[in-house]
């Protein structure tokens, strides 16, 4: 079965710090890769995703991610976090062939004004 | 139309209660998901449909019983439940069955059992 591993439970940072949230899978085979954020209230919506070609894929409001295969890695980054990307995100991963996303614990990222 | 419409917003019940949740898209989603979310916690998966039929139940207990009357609605019928199933119910639906597809979620149905 399928496993994801946020590292981070919470954290915090000040505006226009650089984020990078990990996140690592335990699945042998092809992956699709996902990851969702919650905005307090809200509901999950889609940063960006991966499903084959360049790993280094971009999404909304300025995230990024990078899927390292040898790493079974796919950690989101931003170069300058902005008060309102305050929010829990979730990485999740879904085997090729099936429809199970599963989802990372995720990571509470407060950030002060 | 992009959206997951989930109903109703919040739920109160007890425990001899007989309620449902409801959930219906419009994007032509062949699809449905149910995932329940406890506070503080990620979506674990409880029931998939594709095209219509059941193709995934995560050992869920018989006191959830889903239905998709149509490709468009999935309903989740709530019998004789517990206060530990108090948890924010999310619908969600994808355009194909397989893992290539991005998930789209409703904003969920909170349930609290009494």
């Known amino acids: 079965a399928q496993s994801v591993s946020q590292h981070n439970h919470h954290v915090i940072l000040s505006e226009a710090a650089s984020l990078e949230l990990g996140c690592n899978y335990s699945?042998?085979?092809?992956?699709?890769l996902f990851w969702y954020v919650q905005y307090p209230g809200q509901h999950l919506q889609l940063l960006l995703k991966?499903?084959?070609?360049?790993?280094l894929v971009k999404g909304i409001k300025g995230f990024e991610a990078e899927f390292i295969k040898s790493k079974f890695s796919f950690n989101l980054r931003k170069p300058s976090v902005q008060w309102s990307d305050t929010a829990e995100y979730f990485c999740?991963?879904?085997?090729?062939?099936?429809?199970?996303?599963?989802f990372g614990g995720g990571t509470r990222l407060m950030v002060k004004p | 139309d992009t959206e997951v419409t989930q109903t109703p917003k919040h739920l109160v019940m007890g425990m001899t209660n007989k309620k449902s949740l409801k959930c219906e898209q419009h994007?032509?989603?062949?699809?449905m998901y149910w995932y329940k979310q406890k506070a503080k916690k990620p979506p674990e998966l409880m029931f998939v449909?594709?095209?219509?039929?059941?193709?995934i139940n995560e050992s869920v207990p018989s006191r959830f019983s889903p239905e998709c009357p149509n490709s468009s609605l999935l309903n989740l019928h709530l019998h004789a439940l517990q206060p530990e199933d108090s948890a924010l119910y999310l619908c969600?639906?994808?355009?194909?069955?397989?893992?290539?597809?991005?998930?789209?979620f409703g904003a969920g149905s909170r349930l609290t059992v009494l």
């Open positions: 999740a991963v879904n085997a090729n062939a099936g429809n199970m996303l599963t």
């Open positions: 449909y594709s095209y219509e039929k059941l193709s």
């Open positions: 994007m032509g989603h062949r699809a």
């Open positions: 699945y042998g085979g092809t992956v699709n």
């Open positions: 991966y499903f084959s070609g360049d790993p």
């Open positions: 969600a639906s994808s355009q194909g069955t397989t893992g290539a597809n991005v998930l789209t």
